[in-house]
């Protein structure tokens, strides 16, 4: 039986964690849970060291100041991977990643793929209720990156994922740059260079119902230019290439 440890990172998420949590438990009731909080004022953390003291196996991880998901994401795995969990997931607490679906992720990842990723750009996979900028934004930000990268994940931006321990280790995670977003495609580009074999399994996006995005122009930017960045610095070194599959 493969431990597997869900990584929630949250700023100003107090409206959320409750429900998030508690529908993790049902869905996925062995799954330990690290919620990553950067100081949320309105209480986050607490309210998920409450909630998780009455439900178990929930820790509250607690940065002092909002230093970006990437990072956020970094410091957990870190903990995950020291811990020798088997299996990390990345799950947002805004209830955009249905908590449900986690299971047809950790099915994906026992049959062997190296990195699974909950894809909203999939037949069966959606994002309702977006507003037509946000949804264009994505879908060409990923068909950029899908052309400039070559990796042929049709949704590199999605944070609902779930990587094998050993995935995270052969790419060296912890030696990533991006900040924020960027993170996503920055380990998918990674895992593909790597050999690794890439899943995406269709996932339903719900829009956030409470509280506030934490996008910002500065975010979707940092994206678009490491992308680029890696795009060409890889071309010139001849290394935009895969390495022969595992
Ligand atoms: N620890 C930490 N968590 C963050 C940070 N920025 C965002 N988050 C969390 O990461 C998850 C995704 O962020 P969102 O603001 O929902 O970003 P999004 O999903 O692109 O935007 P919307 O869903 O449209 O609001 C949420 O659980 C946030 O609370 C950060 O700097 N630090
Ligand atoms: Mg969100």
Redesign the pocket.
């Known amino acids: 039986m493969s431990r597997v440890l869900v990584v ?6 107090a409206e959320n964690i409750e429900e998030a949590l508690r529908r993790l438990r049902v869905a996925v009731p062995e799954a330990d849970v690290l919620v ?3 100081n949320s004022p309105d209480g986050t953390a607490d309210l998920a060291d409450t909630i998780g003291a009455e439900l178990g196996q929930v820790e509250v991880l607690r ?1 002092p100041t ?4 990437g990072t ?1 994401y970094r410091a957990g795995f870190t903990v995950g991977v020291e811990r020798g969990y088997d299996v990390l997931v990345q799950m ?3 209830l ?1 990643h249905d908590p449900a679906a986690l299971p047809s992720l950790l099915r994906a990842v026992d049959q062997g793929a190296d990195l699974v990723v909950g894809s909203r750009y999939v037949p069966g996979g959606s994002v309702p209720h977006w507003p037509w900028l ?1 949804r264009a934004l994505s879908k060409w930000g990923n068909r950029y990156a899908g052309f400039v990268l070559g990796t042929g994940v049709a949704d590199a931006t999605s ?1 609902y994922r779930a990587y094998p321990a050993d995935t995270l280790k052969a790419i060296d995670f912890a030696s990533t740059r991006a900040k924020g ?1 960027g993170f996503q495609i920055e380990t998918a580009y990674r895992v593909w260079r790597w050999g690794g074999r890439i899943v995406e399994v269709p996932i339903t996006f719900t ?2 119902v409470k509280g ?4 910002t122009w500065r975010i979707a930017a940092e994206e678009l230019s490491l992308v680029t960045w890696w795009g060409v610095r890889d071309r010139v070194r001849g290394r935009r290439t895969r390495r022969a599959a595992v």
Not at 8 to 13: G, H
Not at 212 to 215: A, E, F, G, L, Y
């Open positions: 929630t990172p949250t700023f100003l998420e990553v909080d950067d940065r909002k230093t970006g998901l956020a947002d607490a805004d955009s946000r944070g977003y829009d956030r506030h995005s934490k996008m």
